[in-house]
């Protein structure tokens, strides 16, 4: 089923709720005389918003820190948020282990969260010069240049990460996403695709790709994405929200106007859900609609995704 034009005009990508990667967890480990190992990273949740400083995460650079200091001392004002002081505490802690690699990782994503690049940079950067292959930081070093829209240092960076760990969802979610960056669409959804062939249970990988299926004005492939996505994960307002959308591009909008409101209902306060619904309301008294059947999730019932196969 094909939308009309005067549907098509109204539908902008602006409209579409972007959604990026999904948080890790974080944990550590200490042994007395040895390297220090952790997989504290930094919480992203949203596929679209790279690790970097929001309202409330700026913290006052502390004073230089004298005396000896732990890495549990400076993993623990991370999590507290102190990045200010858990820099410090890096700093510190890097005077007293200069060649363990976990010390400068944290101090780079410490230095990141307080908002000073460069200083993150380094870190990062000395990181790999002691361990070329920490996986990690190259993530994270790609992150940091995404969001100073550096793509191609991002791409170098998860590109080595990628011939690492060829089988993380993380480095293949992250790559996808700087591809979409770039506009290269056929290699995002090609990376897209991928990730979910490692894990199918990924909706983030699954959101994401309906994302740029919808861009490239394929919205009959994004649609079972969502459906997938919204059927394991119906609590994200933002699948729901793009659920909807998908079925508004194809001239469903009676099941459309469904997903828009179940992203209410997964999230009251959702501005852009609020707009979907007021705007496929008024086409639905406009336009023709060919009756649709409505599934429990608010979407019409589909087939498995032949997009991911």
Same mark, same amino acid.
């Given at each position: 089923?094909?939308?009309?034009?005067?549907?098509?005009?109204?539908?902008?990508?602006?409209?579409?709720?972007?959604?990026?990667?999904?948080?890790?967890?974080?944990?550590?480990?200490?042994?007395?005389?040895?390297?220090?190992?952790?997989?504290?990273?930094?919480?992203?949740? #949203?596929?679209?918003?790279?690790?970097?400083?929001?309202?409330?995460?700026?913290?006052?650079?502390?004073?230089?820190?004298?005396?000896?200091?732990?890495?549990? #001392?400076?993993?623990?004002?991370?999590?507290?948020?102190?990045?200010?002081?858990?820099?410090?505490?890096?700093?510190?802690?890097?005077?007293?282990?200069?060649?363990?690699?976990?010390?400068?990782?944290?101090?780079?994503?410490?230095?990141?969260?307080?908002?000073?690049?460069?200083?993150?940079?380094?870190?990062?950067?000395?990181?790999?010069?002691?361990?070329?292959?920490?996986?990690?930081?190259?993530?994270?070093?790609?992150?940091?240049?995404?969001?100073?829209?550096?793509?191609?240092?991002?791409?170098?960076?998860?590109? /080595?990460?990628?011939?690492?760990?060829?089988?993380?969802?993380?480095?293949?979610?992250?790559?996808?996403?700087?591809?979409?960056?770039?506009? /290269?669409?056929?290699?995002?959804?090609?990376?897209?695709?991928?990730?979910?062939?490692?894990?199918?249970?990924?909706?983030?990988?699954?959101?994401?790709?309906?994302?740029?299926?919808? +861009?490239?004005?394929?919205? #009959?492939?994004?649609?079972?994405?969502?459906?997938?996505?919204?059927?394991?994960?119906?609590?994200?307002?933002?699948?729901?929200?793009?659920?909807?959308?998908?079925? +508004?591009?194809?001239?469903?909008?009676?099941?459309?106007?469904?997903?828009?409101?179940?992203?209410?209902?997964?999230?009251?306060?959702?501005?852009?859900?609020?707009?979907?619904?007021?705007?496929?309301?008024?086409?639905?008294?406009?336009?023709?609609?060919?009756?649709?059947?409505?599934?429990?999730?608010?979407?019409?019932?589909?087939?498995?995704?032949?997009?991911?196969?």
């Amino acid at each position: 089923m094909k939308p009309t034009t005067r549907a098509t005009t109204v539908l902008l990508v602006a409209t579409i709720a972007a959604v990026g990667c999904s948080k890790q967890g974080a944990t550590s480990q200490e042994k007395t005389g040895a390297p220090i190992a952790t997989q504290t990273s930094v919480n992203t949740a #949203d596929l679209s918003n790279p690790v970097g400083l929001g309202e409330d995460d700026i913290a006052a650079v502390a004073t230089k820190v004298e005396g000896p200091v732990t890495f549990a #001392d400076g993993e623990a004002a991370f999590q507290a948020k102190e990045y200010g002081k858990a820099t410090a505490i890096f700093d510190r802690y890097i005077e007293q282990r200069p060649k363990n690699v976990w010390g400068h990782y944290m101090r780079g994503l410490s230095a990141w969260k307080t908002g000073d690049v460069a200083k993150a940079e380094q870190a990062f950067q000395t990181a790999l010069d002691i361990d070329p292959s920490h996986v990690k930081t190259l993530l994270n070093y790609g992150r940091l240049f995404i969001e100073q829209k550096q793509y191609g240092e991002a791409i170098d960076r998860l590109t /080595r990460a990628e011939a690492i760990e060829p089988e993380s969802v993380q480095v293949l979610r992250l790559l996808a996403r700087t591809y979409r960056a770039q506009g /290269r669409t056929d290699e995002a959804i090609a990376t897209y695709r991928r990730a979910i062939e490692v894990n199918e249970l990924d909706v983030w990988s699954m959101n994401n790709l309906g994302l740029v299926l919808l +861009e490239a004005n394929k919205p #009959d492939e994004a649609l079972p994405l969502f459906e997938k996505a919204v059927e394991r994960r119906s609590d994200v307002a933002a699948f729901q929200n793009n659920l909807g959308m998908a079925l +508004e591009h194809t001239g469903r909008f009676r099941a459309a106007a469904t997903a828009y409101m179940s992203a209410l209902t997964a999230d009251p306060g959702y501005a852009k859900a609020k707009q979907n619904l007021a705007r496929v309301e008024k086409v639905r008294k406009t336009e023709p609609e060919e009756p649709v059947l409505i599934g429990a999730n608010g979407a019409e019932p589909q087939a498995d995704a032949p997009a991911v196969k």
